[in-house]
């Protein structure tokens, strides 16, 4: 069955330091894999995703995720963090439901809090 | 070009009621997707609507049930509300149903409290 991992509940970075937030998953073919980011009380918000090519994808805010498919891996990555990116981040792939696809297994998120 | 939008923001029922959610899809966006988060979890797919029709579905029971008109918005209905059908539930759009490399974009989501 198709599956996401976020090992991580919560993190706690201080500002101005480096980000990686892991993600996991389990899928048959080549997955679609996204990255959500999601602030208290909000919908989620695209942060970038990946369906093929290059496996180094940019996207909004200054970060970055690398797809690594012999570690069926996909995690997020930011160099310097702002206090501003507090928030709960969310991977997701891809799903077929009885034959369409497009649909989204998430995560269970990982919290990120930034310390002055 | 106007986002998705979710209405009510909030709500809060008894159990047995029934409630209905709604969306207003993006402009140019065809399928809606709708979402249950509990609190502490992921969003988990109840169903997708491509064009009127549902689309695929998740693994929830059948009184959760869906519409989408004609303009492409759409009502999630709940019956016989019970105490964990509370959560967050969150609408998406997106430009054609059923393709992996469609984008969706979400709204702000309803926060439903079922006591």
């Known amino acids: 069955a198709q599956s996401v991992t976020q090992p991580d509940i919560h993190i706690t970075v201080s500002e101005g330091a480096s980000l990686e937030l892991r993600c996991n998953y389990s899928?048959?073919?080549?997955?679609?894999l996204f990255w959500y980011v999601q602030s208290p009380g909000q919908g989620l918000q695209l942060l970038l995703k990946?369906?093929?090519?290059?496996?180094l994808v940019q996207g909004i805010k200054g970060f970055e995720a690398e797809f690594k498919r012999s570690q069926s891996s996909f995690n997020l990555r930011k160099p310097s963090v702002h206090w501003s990116d507090a928030a709960e981040y969310f991977c997701a792939v891809g799903a077929n439901y009885g034959g369409s696809q497009g649909n989204l297994i998430f995560g269970k998120g990982t919290k990120l809090s930034v310390k002055p | 070009e106007t986002g998705v939008t979710q209405s009510p923001t909030h709500l809060i029922k008894t159990r047995g009621q029934q409630v209905t959610l709604r969306c207003s899809s993006q402009?140019?966006?065809?399928?809606v997707s709708w979402y249950q988060q509990a609190l502490g979890q992921g969003p988990q797919f109840i169903f997708q609507?491509?064009?009127?029709?549902?689309?695929g579905r998740g693994n929830f029971p059948p009184r959760f049930s869906g519409l989408q008109f004609p303009n492409y918005s759409s009502e999630l209905n709940v019956n016989a509300l019970e105490l964990d059908d509370s959560a967050l539930y969150l609408c998406a759009s997106s430009r054609s149903g059923g393709v992996g490399t469609d984008t969706q974009y979400f709204g702000p989501g309803t926060r439903l409290t079922v006591l």
């Open positions: 990946y369906f093929s090519g290059d496996t």
């Open positions: 899928y048959g073919a080549t997955p679609y």
């Open positions: 609507y491509y064009r009127e029709e549902e689309n």
């Open positions: 402009s140019g966006h065809n399928t």
